[in-house]
């Protein structure tokens, strides 16, 4: 880890600034400053001063761009706009899995060479598998995954979306391999939980492929 990582790790000490960072990550884009005091429930003079601490670490970068459509004279001055600087610094707030991956997908190898299957049959059949062991009737399915670095935010529906994705790196590279076994992972381990849900495949900019549903009881109210 370079001293640059180490500052923008310490950096992200900061209670507000991790808000702040998973908002960005959840987006997938740049937000203005005060769409980011809004959603961070903080006062503009705090989330500036957040920000440009963030920015000062190397964590976030910015950009000038006009709001609206209008440009040249009259269409006022850009507004300050931030970003992600560091896709895998990211990774530590949630973290990132890439040890599960790697047990999935070394468990689906020994599979196939035991029985003969195809490889990416043996990666869903142990991904269901896996998912099933790691989910906890006595608990519901929001604690699990977010034990898990999924970063589950409630949908306003009874479900969730998935703000990170644990697999980020693998799944930019090899999404269909990588999101079809993660959706039966999640959809085995969403199953079990005390709250029992479904899962799907629906992809989310800038976060996990996964949405979990709402709850039967959930789901017969709406």
């Known amino acids: 880890m370079t001293d640059d990582d180490v500052a923008a790790v310490a950096a992200l000490a900061e209670p507000a600034r991790r808000e702040l960072v998973r908002i960005l990550t959840a987006e997938g884009g740049p937000l203005g400053r005060d769409e980011l005091a809004e959603r961070a429930g903080l006062t503009r003079a705090t989330a500036a001063f957040q ?13 000038f761009r006009h709001r609206g459509e209008k440009r040249g004279p009259g269409s006022g001055r850009p507004a300050k706009f931030y970003s992600l600087a560091h896709d895998e610094l990211v990774a530590a707030v949630p973290p990132r899995r890439y040890d599960l991956a ?3 997908l070394a468990g689906a190898v020994e599979r196939s060479d035991s029985t003969g299957l195809p490889v990416r049959e043996c990666l869903l ?25 999924y970063d589950p935010v409630d949908d306003d529906a009874g479900g969730y979306v998935l703000a990170n994705c644990p697999f980020h790196r ?53």
């Open 51 to 63: 920000l440009e601490k963030l920015v000062d670490a190397g964590v976030l970068v910015t950009e």
């Open 125 to 149: 059949a142990v991904a269901a598998e896996q998912g099933a062991a790691r989910s906890d009737p006595s608990r519901p399915v929001a604690e699990t995954l977010d034990g898990l670095g």
């Open 102 to 104: 790697g047990e999935l």
């Open 170 to 222: 693998l799944s930019s590279r090899h999404t269909d391999v990588i999101c079809s076994a993660n959706t039966v992972f999640v959809s085995a381990l969403s199953a079990g939980a005390s709250d029992g849900r479904e899962a799907w495949l629906e992809p989310l900019a800038g976060g996990c492929c996964v949405r979990v549903g709402a709850a039967a009881g959930e789901q017969a109210a709406g």
